[in-house]
């Protein structure tokens, strides 16, 4: 299974991006996780369906309502399989 890697940036801590992350890919079935990097900028893994993981990449794009997406970096890697979808703080 392919492994989703994204760098959010923007405007994308300290306005609730990470718990909406976290809800949206549980509510999706998408397993990885979720983290706040020091550029203040967010982090993904995220594995799942390809037709899943697309809809999960629009709820990233939009962020929770206080939140701004400037850019979305993504790559696949190769990564060990998730079981859940985790934040890590």
Do not use: C, W
Request: charged share 25%.
């Amino acid at each position: 299974m392919k492994t989703y890697h994204f760098i959010i940036k923007g405007h994308v801590q300290g306005v609730g991006y990470r718990i909406t992350t976290y809800l949206n890919a549980t509510r999706l079935g998408v397993n990885g996780t979720v983290k706040n990097l020091p550029d203040d900028s967010v982090e993904v893994f995220a594995q799942g369906e390809e037709k899943i993981i697309d809809n999960f990449k629009k709820y990233l794009k939009i962020g929770p309502s206080m939140s701004r997406v400037d850019e979305i970096q993504e790559t696949i890697e190769d990564k060990s399989k998730f079981e859940s979808f985790q934040v890590i703080y």
